[in-house]
C-alpha cells in the first residue's frame, strides 16, 4: 500500500508563500533597488567626505581662531573676546563665520556671557538660547545665565522657570543649590513667599555646605515672616 503523502503544516504553507511573494517583489523591482541601494551609498559616501574634507578642517581652523577669543574672555576682556583683536576672531566673527562648527555653537555661549557680563541683556539672551549643550555644567549655566539675563530684562516670572530648569539639569552640589536660591529669591520678588521658603528649606536640607556658606536659616526665617507661615 502505498504511503499517504504528508500535509505540510499551515505555518510552513504560509512561510513558503512569503517567500515566494519576496522572490517575485525582488524580481520586478530589482531596478528599482539597486538604484535605492546607490543612492544611499551616494549619500554616506558624500555625508563622509563633507565631514572629513570640509568640516573638520573648518573645525580645526574655528578651534584656532577660538583659542585667542577664549583667553580674552578668561581675563574678563569681554570686548576683545566678542570682537577680536584685529588678528584673531572674535566669537561673533567665529559664530558667523563657522556656523556649523562646534567651535561656532560654543562661541554662542561664550558671546552670550560676554554681552551679559556687559550689560547688553536682549542680545545676551539671543546667543545664549541658540546654544544647545548637554554638559553637565556648561548646560545648566547657559540656562541659569539665560534667566539672569531676563532677570535684567524685568521678566522676572520667566527666569523663575529658567532657574528652576538650570537647577534640574544636573543634580551637583554647585549649580543645584545656586539656581534654586535664585528661584527663591526671583519668587520673594514676586511676593510667593511660601513657594521661596521651600525652595530654601530644600537648600538647607539638600545642600547642607551652600547652605551654611549662604546663611539659608537667614532667608527661611524672612520669608515665612513675610509670607505670614
Known amino acids: 500500500m502505498a504511503k499517504k503523502k504528508q500535509a505540510k503544516p499551515d505555518s510552513m504553507e504560509s512561510v513558503?508563500?512569503?517567500?515566494?511573494?519576496?522572490?517575485?517583489?525582488?524580481?520586478?523591482?530589482?531596478?528599482?533597488?539597486?538604484r535605492i541601494v546607490a543612492v544611499v551609498l551616494a549619500i554616506v559616501a558624500i555625508f563622509i567626505g563633507v565631514k572629513k574634507f570640509y568640516l573638520a578642517p573648518l573645525e580645526e581652523e574655528a578651534q584656532a581662531q577660538m583659542f585667542v577669543a577664549e583667553q580674552y574672555f578668561e581675563i574678563d576682556s569681554f570686548s576683545?573676546?566678542?570682537?577680536?583683536?584685529?588678528?584673531?576672531?572674535?566669537?561673533?566673527?567665529?559664530?558667523?563665520?563657522?556656523?556649523?562648527?562646534?567651535?561656532a555653537n560654543l562661541s554662542r555661549y561664550y558671546a552670550g556671557i560676554s554681552l551679559l557680563k556687559l550689560?547688553?541683556?536682549?542680545?545676551?539672551?539671543?546667543y545664549l538660547e541658540k546654544f544647545k549643550s548637554y554638559d553637565k555644567m556648561v548646560a545648566p549655566i547657559a540656562t541659569g545665565a539665560i534667566g539672569d539675563a531676563l532677570v535684567e530684562l524685568?521678566?522676572?516670572?520667566?527666569?523663575?522657570?529658567?532657574?528652576?530648569?538650570?537647577?534640574?539639569?544636573?543634580?551637583?552640589?554647585?549649580?543645584?543649590?545656586?539656581?534654586?536660591?535664585?528661584?527663591?529669591?526671583?519668587?520673594?520678588?514676586?511676593?510667593?513667599?511660601?513657594?521661596?521658603?521651600?525652595?530654601?528649606?530644600?537648600?538647607?536640607?539638600?545642600?547642607?555646605?551652600?547652605?551654611?556658606?549662604?546663611?539659608?536659616?537667614?532667608?527661611?526665617?524672612r520669608t515665612k515672616l513675610l509670607g505670614g507661615l
Do not use: C, W
Open 16 to 34: 513558503e508563500s512569503a517567500l515566494t511573494r519576496t522572490e517575485l517583489f525582488l524580481e520586478n523591482n530589482q531596478k528599482l533597488i539597486v
Open 154 to 221: 524685568d521678566e522676572i516670572e520667566e527666569a523663575a522657570g529658567h532657574y528652576l530648569e538650570a537647577a534640574k539639569m544636573s543634580d551637583n552640589q554647585f549649580t543645584t543649590p545656586l539656581y534654586l536660591m535664585k528661584a527663591g529669591q526671583v519668587y520673594e520678588k514676586l511676593e510667593e513667599y511660601e513657594k521661596a521658603a521651600e525652595l530654601y528649606e530644600q537648600i538647607d536640607k539638600e545642600y547642607p555646605a551652600f547652605s551654611r556658606q549662604r546663611n539659608i536659616e537667614k532667608y527661611i526665617a
Open 119 to 126: 550689560g547688553q541683556f536682549a542680545d545676551a539672551l539671543e
Open 80 to 103: 576683545l573676546a566678542l570682537y577680536g583683536d584685529g588678528n584673531y576672531s572674535g566669537f561673533l566673527d567665529i559664530i558667523d563665520e563657522y556656523g556649523i562648527t562646534r567651535s
